[in-house]
């Protein structure tokens, strides 16, 4: 990452072992951006380039239509493809890189997400949203000149998905304590340590200030690369990330998809600490284990619940629990580890987490969205959001734990 880096591309064909045969993709923004000079570069180069544009100033929603329009331009003689954008073009390539068994290179945009170098693309297929498994790419080409330009609505999003890994890392260190799931120190310390730096700048992403915009990039590439390491989006996502993603799947439902992903998970961010400020302080002796086991432990009441809010959906929901068990025996020694251990990972959790008025406070600053509002969601779709979008992924979060403690309505009511 530097100024200029994009003539880098000029000799990275026989210096990264690629053909001569290229596929660039790009939208009608990223292509003036940096598609257009990529491909003079490549050309120059003896290149051969086909270019599969998206000539859409709508949002492009990855899905089975554009991966089909990427696959169309996509021949078997194509060597390696160029991703010249920022999330949903990248998201694309990284699925079908790992699909066809060939590199790609990323040339960044705008900092706006976190997925540049991950090995997990967020796709929405039959409506339904979730990581599949991807590759990494096999170069990032990231320029500062050209990423401060990226629209300031982009550059808050991107502190919005970097912000979310408060979120991610108190839901991986409740998973840990609880279930003793694994956890990677250096992962953890990877992100962290960015967050850090961004948070300590946010004031200087609105003057689109060079340096800070950078360390936006570098911290967003990282986390990808925390990712990585880990071999899923267990680093760089949380209960804020399935909030975020259980919205956008119903505005795609309704039509309705403008939002940026960082701007739902920054909204998720600010929800999730207030729930976690909440069991902070529960009274644990208000928790009657045995109706919380026979409540989570009936299957029927779990299906209509997501029957009746997922909808069309219901079916792919279904397919992604198939391996959670609702034999109380297994529910109620889940409950009974979350209170037991109560002590440990309120303590481990408190020394780190940030608190809703200071994360509003930073999003505030670089103009992000940070209240359900903002979404254009009222409190009865947030609280649809806190109250269900546990079920779309088997990943454990604060969710679960507050479910299991028996009081997640309870509380959804006073934090929405």
């Known amino acids: ?34 598609g257009r000079e990529a491909e003079r570069i490549l050309r120059e180069d003896g290149c051969e380039v086909r270019v599969c544009l998206f000539d859409t100033d709508q949002k492009i929603i990855p899905n089975e239509q554009s991966l089909i329009k990427v696959l169309t331009e996509f021949d078997a003689a194509t060597d390696f493809m160029v991703a010249a954008g920022s999330g949903t073009l990248n998201d694309l390539a990284r699925y079908i890189s790992s699909k066809v068994g060939r590199g790609y290179i990323s040339l960044l945009t705008a900092p706006s997400m976190d997925g540049y170098t991950s090995v997990v693309a967020p796709l929405v297929i039959n409506g339904f949203k979730k990581p599949w498994p991807a590759t990494y790419p096999t170069a990032v080409y990231a320029d500062p000149a050209i990423l401060r330009n990226a629209p300031l609505a982009m550059i808050a999003a991107g502190f919005g998905d970097l912000i979310g890994k408060v979120i991610g890392r108190a839901d991986w ?20 340590k960015t967050v850090d730096e961004c948070i300590a700048g946010a004031g200087r992403f609105i003057t689109r200030d060079e340096a800070a915009i950078a360390s936006l990039t570098r911290g967003l ?23 975020a993603q259980f919205w956008e799947m119903k505005s795609i439902m309704r039509g309705e998809f403008k939002h940026f992903h960082g701007d739902e998970v920054a909204v998720g961010t600010v929800l999730m600490s207030k729930l976690y400020a909440k069991l902070f302080t529960l009274d644990l002796s208000r928790v009657d284990l045995e109706r919380a086991a026979d409540r989570l432990s009936n ?21 992604e629990n198939e391996p959670r068990s609702f034999a109380r025996q297994d529910v109620l020694a889940g409950i009974e580890r979350a209170v037991n251990t109560a002590e440990e990972w309120r303590s481990a959790i ?35 959001g806190v109250l269900a979008s546990q079920a779309s992924r088997m990943r454990y979060t604060i969710l679960e734990t507050a479910d299991q403690l028996g009081c997640l309505e309870e509380l959804a009511d006073e934090i929405c």
């Open 1 to 34: 990452m530097e100024r200029g880096a994009l003539q880098q591309l000029s000799g990275c064909r026989e210096r990264l072992g690629f053909g001569k045969k290229a596929l660039l993709i790009a939208d009608r923004n990223t292509m003036d951006l940096a």
């Open 173 to 192: 260190v409740l998973s840990k304590i609880i279930n003793g799931e694994y956890y990677c120190q250096q992962a953890v310390d990877l992100v962290q």
């Open 221 to 243: 590439i990282d986390a990808g690369i925390a990712m990585l390491w880990v071999g899923n989006s267990r680093p760089a996502s949380g209960s804020e990330h399935l909030l």
């Open 299 to 319: 299957r029927g009441r779990w299906e209509a619940m997501v029957k009746d809010v997922y909808g069309p959906l219901a079916g792919e929901v279904f397919k």
């Open 350 to 384: 408190q020394a780190f987490m940030l608190s809703p008025e200071y994360l509003t406070e930073m999003l505030r600053k670089v103009g992000a969205p940070y209240r359900p509002e903002d979404l254009d969601l009222d409190k009865a779709r947030t609280r649809e």
